[in-house]
């Protein structure tokens, strides 16, 4: 089965306190791993698509990267609209009609 | 227009009674997804559809049913509701090409 574990579940930063959120995952064959942003009371929204360990993807102040066991969303220099939770997902080879959830990991930015 | 709309938005009922969420999307994807999301679990799926002729269960649909009516509707009910059926529910759409989802804004429901 498939497995997805974020760390920390929650972040407060200062604004400009750069840090980074980690997803750990088990996957018989990753097909891709996702990052999505969720705001208070929306649906997640798409932010990157990870294929391959290596991989890069970079967004304004976000970076996430790729290896063979977790993938990390680096925050770079933060800013008050950042604020959000953070879903990490994987998709298998095997499974590829779903995606699996970690429980997101919870980031506040204070100005 | 949202790209993946969902009503009801809130809903509360109480134990027993029949509840039906419904999702229409606008991107012209033909996969259609129920997920629920609980605090601290994540996201959850519960059906999902590749087409009109074609439903599966995912890993937790007990207590669940869908009926996809056209490429762009997909409904989830609950035919009796129980209060550990209290969650938000989204829904979503996707292509086979990218994997990517697409969210609705999600439907709040509490059972009483």
């Known amino acids: 089965e498939d497995q997805v574990t974020q760390s920390p579940e929650a972040l407060r930063l200062q604004e400009g306190e750069s840090s980074s959120l980690n997803c750990s995952y088990t996957?018989?064959?990753?097909?891709?791993l996702f990052w999505y942003r969720q705001d208070p009371g929306k649906g997640p929204e798409f932010l990157f698509t990870l294929y391959s360990a290596g991989e890069e993807k970079e967004k304004e102040r976000l970076k996430a990267t790729l290896t063979k066991k977790e993938s990390f969303l680096h925050i770079t220099a933060p800013k008050p609209e950042d604020s959000a939770t953070y879903l990490c997902?994987?998709?298998?080879?095997?499974?590829?009609?779903?995606?699996?959830f970690g429980a997101g990991t919870t980031v506040t930015v204070r100005a | 227009d949202a790209d993946v709309t969902q009503t009801p938005r809130n809903r509360i009922t109480k134990t027993g009674k029949r509840i039906m969420l419904e999702c229409s999307q606008t991107?012209?994807?033909?996969?259609m997804y129920w997920y629920r999301q609980d605090p601290g679990l994540g996201l959850r799926l519960i059906y999902y559809s590749f087409d009109v002729k074609d439903i599966n269960k995912g890993e937790i649909s007990d207590g669940y049913s869908v009926s996809r009516q056209a490429q762009a509707k997909f409904s989830l009910s609950l035919e009796s509701a129980i209060p550990n059926q209290t969650a938000l529910y989204f829904c979503a759409t996707g292509t086979e090409n990218t994997g990517e989802l697409f969210f609705g804004e999600g439907s709040r429901l509490t059972v009483l």
């Open positions: 997902a994987v998709q298998a080879r095997t499974n590829d009609y779903k995606l699996s």
């Open positions: 996957v018989s064959g990753l097909r891709g």
């Open positions: 991107k012209g994807h033909d996969r």
